[in-house]
């Protein structure tokens, strides 16, 4: 079965200062897809990035990044010039092959200091 | 925002009762899941749809049952409450299953006293 893996459970960092969250997975599929979702206070899901497995290119969403590693199965998120806003648990998730479904990391907690 | 409703949102119930959670969505999606959150271990799958009538169990689906007769409506049963099934409950919807990622309900905070 597929894992994924955050391995910090909790960061902190300073506004309009830089942070990457980390994810590892498991698989031995070819084609996937990676996600990463944010969750504020208000408990509602939101989808901030998509990566497919199968393209070099490095997703970006305007002050979200991904570092996608595909040898490494590594794919941590930067956020550029955090904002307050950007308080939230971020869940790393990934989908591979036909199982139509998608596993979740355990979460990172994100704490924005002004 | 997408057409996807949980209810109720909140829910207080005594061990050992039935209880029925609903999600409902107006987007015609075929796929339709449900996780559980629980802190320490992220969102798990408890069941999920892949068309009217077609369920299949996730990985935490002991003590769950689910129902889809419609394409806009997926039943969440538990069928005999326990303490350990207090827990934030999320559906979701997907197009494509797992390609194209998944849209949220706003979850429901079940509590089992």
């Known amino acids: 079965a597929q894992t994924v893996t955050q391995s910090q459970p909790e960061m902190s960092v300073q506004e309009a200062e830089t942070v990457t969250l980390s994810c590892t997975y498991d698989?031995?599929?070819?084609?996937?897809?990676l996600f990463w979702y944010k969750q504020p206070p208000s408990r509602q899901m939101i989808l901030v990035i998509r990566q497919e497995a199968y393209k070099q290119q490095n997703a970006t969403e305007n002050r979200f990044s991904v570092n996608f590693q595909k040898a490494a199965k590594s794919f941590s998120l930067k956020i550029s010039d955090s904002q307050l806003g950007d308080a939230a648990m971020y869940f790393c998730?990934?989908?591979?092959?036909?199982?139509?479904?998608?596993?979740f990391g355990k979460g990172t907690l994100l704490t924005v200091n002004p | 925002d997408a057409g996807i409703t949980q209810s109720p949102r909140h829910k207080v119930t005594e061990t050992g009762t039935p209880v029925t959670l609903r999600c409902h969505q107006t987007e015609n999606h075929r796929y339709m899941y449900w996780y559980r959150q629980d802190p320490g271990h992220g969102l798990r799958l408890i069941h999920y749809s892949y068309g009217v009538k077609d369920t299949d169990k996730g990985e935490v689906s002991d003590g769950y049952s689910v129902s889809r007769s419609k394409t806009e409506d997926f039943l969440l049963t538990l069928e005999s409450a326990t303490s350990s099934q207090t827990s934030v409950y999320f559906c979701?919807?997907?197009?494509?299953?797992?390609?194209?990622?998944?849209?949220f309900g706003s979850g429901t905070r079940l509590t089992v006293v």
């Open positions: 998730a990934y989908s591979g092959g036909s199982n139509y479904k998608l596993t």
């Open positions: 698989t031995s599929e070819s084609d996937y897809y």
């Open positions: 979701a919807i997907s197009i494509q299953g797992g390609v194209d990622g998944y849209t």
